[in-house]
């Protein structure tokens, strides 16, 4: 419970999360194009009031902090910290429990989109980042799966292994799945949370089995910043990246995927189901036109904004 009338700031402030003492890496190379220093400052400050600095390469469009909280930094925040910081931000519970109730309705959504489009029913469902295995196990049930959930938050990875299915706990990055293979691999809003988008892609393109599909889903930061008119409101600290539908069709044809079909949610979420195919290089080139054409709108906007609080 919040108390009544207290403000964002206030509900944050008594969490007392100090981010500027986090541990923090610094990421000088673009994780899609690797380009070296070579991004523009668009952000200093997240949605929570953090001092997080966000940066889009100029290369190719792609967003992302640095510093950024470390691994250990990222563990640590997602084992109690996250949860009560959302909770903070809209001035309402979000919990291990509540967040299935949210997670239903995106699950029955995902689920009609996805049903008519697999090739075959898949038997077994593997989900990045799966939190209390709502979706995963939604799915499993209309197609008789079984549903595999691998996530951060032990408290929420119990509610999933409570419920029959399997659980691994840790990060994407760090999951190591053998030998094995899912018919059906997801990663429902959890690519923006990554601390390496490529790696990850490409690894589960490796666990998707032979005829398998995989769905991911991005925030689309462009979305975002035409919706609110502010890339500060899009900017937080538990996203070290910011994806737009450019910079996501470049990592799919860089880590050998085929894009099949796609939505646009009215929340911003854009998802996309794809199949194995040909590791290809993006037209980088049409990146680069696309990064400054969100740049130069990113720039218009502050300075709109700055000429209104100067008024």
Known sequence: MHAEGSTVAERIAAL????????????????????HGHSAEVARRDRYGYSATCVVCRRCGLGYLSPRLSATGYAHFYSGVYRPLVSAYHGRRIDAESVQLEQRGYAARLAAFLLSLLPNS?????????STGVVAGVLAARLHAHATVLDPAPEE????????METFAGLAEEFDPGERSWDLVLLCQTIDHLLDVRATL??????????????????????????????ERAVKVDHPYYLTRPTAAAFFALSGYTIVAERLSDDGHRGFLLAPGPYTEPDWPALEASADEFLARVWALQALGAAYRGT
Do not use: H, W
Not at 16 to 35: F, H, I, M, P, V
Not at 122 to 130: A, K, N, S
């Open 202 to 231: 490409t690894a589960l393109r490796r666990m998707m089995a032979s005829g398998g599909r995989t769905f991911v889903d991005i925030l689309d930061v462009d979305f975002v910043l035409r919706r609110t008119g502010s890339i």
């Open 16 to 35: 007392g999360y100090d981010y500027d003492a986090q541990a923090k890496e610094r990421s000088t190379d673009c994780n899609l194009c690797g380009a």
């Open 157 to 164: 990875l119990a509610v999933a292994k409570a419920a029959g």
């Open 122 to 130: 898949p038997r077994t469902i593997l989900d990045v980042g799966g």
